[in-house]
């Protein structure tokens, strides 16, 4: 009944539906490139992600719209093994720092060490029941 549920929340967020990602607050920059649509608290300035519609800070309800910097350093990482279908295994999540002051929990690409410089793309977390992508963003480590 649980895996039942998960299929359907996950075959909400394909790479077919652009709705998918936006479902998960990701826009496109001016250059294509995936950017994290964030919030920035109007009473005391905390710069969150997600946009959850209260400060987690200070409890307002009053905030603006925000995107996040691209790239930031890898707080805190850890490599999940085994996980219900239909998630590809293993696969890595972590806590990225950005520049803002935002911390930022997502996927990782690659095998990025705590303390990388890491930058947002998009990553493919497995197929939902139809064989579609299921994606979402990532941080992946940053060249040069
Ligand atoms: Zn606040």
């Given at each position: 009944?649980?895996?039942?549920?998960?299929?359907?929340?996950l075959s909400v967020v394909t790479?077919?539906?652009?709705?998918?990602?936006?479902?998960?607050?990701?826009?496109?920059?001016?250059?294509?490139?995936?950017?994290?649509?964030?919030?920035?608290?109007?009473?005391?300035?905390?710069?969150y992600f997600p946009p959850i519609?209260?400060?987690?800070?200070?409890?307002?309800?009053?905030?603006?719209?925000?995107?996040?910097?691209?790239?930031?350093?890898?707080?805190?990482?850890?490599?999940?093994?085994?996980?219900?279908?239909?998630?590809?295994?293993?696969?890595?999540?972590?806590?990225?720092?950005?520049?803002?002051?935002?911390?930022?929990?997502?996927?990782?690409?690659?095998?990025?060490?705590?303390?990388?410089?890491?930058?947002?793309?998009?990553?493919?977390?497995?197929?939902?029941?139809?064989?579609?992508?299921?994606?979402?963003?990532?941080?992946?480590?940053?060249?040069?």
């Amino acid at each position: 009944m649980q895996n039942r549920w998960m299929m359907q929340k996950l075959s909400v967020v394909t790479a077919e539906t652009l709705s998918g990602l936006e479902r998960l607050h990701v826009g496109r920059g001016p250059d294509g490139a995936p950017v994290l649509r964030g919030a920035r608290c109007a009473d005391c300035g905390l710069v969150y992600f997600p946009p959850i519609g209260i400060c987690p800070s200070c409890a307002s309800t009053d905030q603006a719209a925000e995107d996040m910097p691209r790239s930031g350093t890898l707080y805190s990482e850890t490599t999940v093994h085994a996980a219900p279908p239909p998630w590809f295994t293993p696969y890595s999540v972590g806590y990225v720092d950005l520049p803002n002051g935002a911390r930022v929990f997502g996927h990782l690409r690659g095998s990025p060490r705590i303390g990388d410089r890491v930058t947002l793309t998009t990553a493919v977390l497995g197929r939902d029941e139809d064989g579609r992508p299921v994606e979402t963003f990532a941080f992946e480590k940053k060249e040069g």
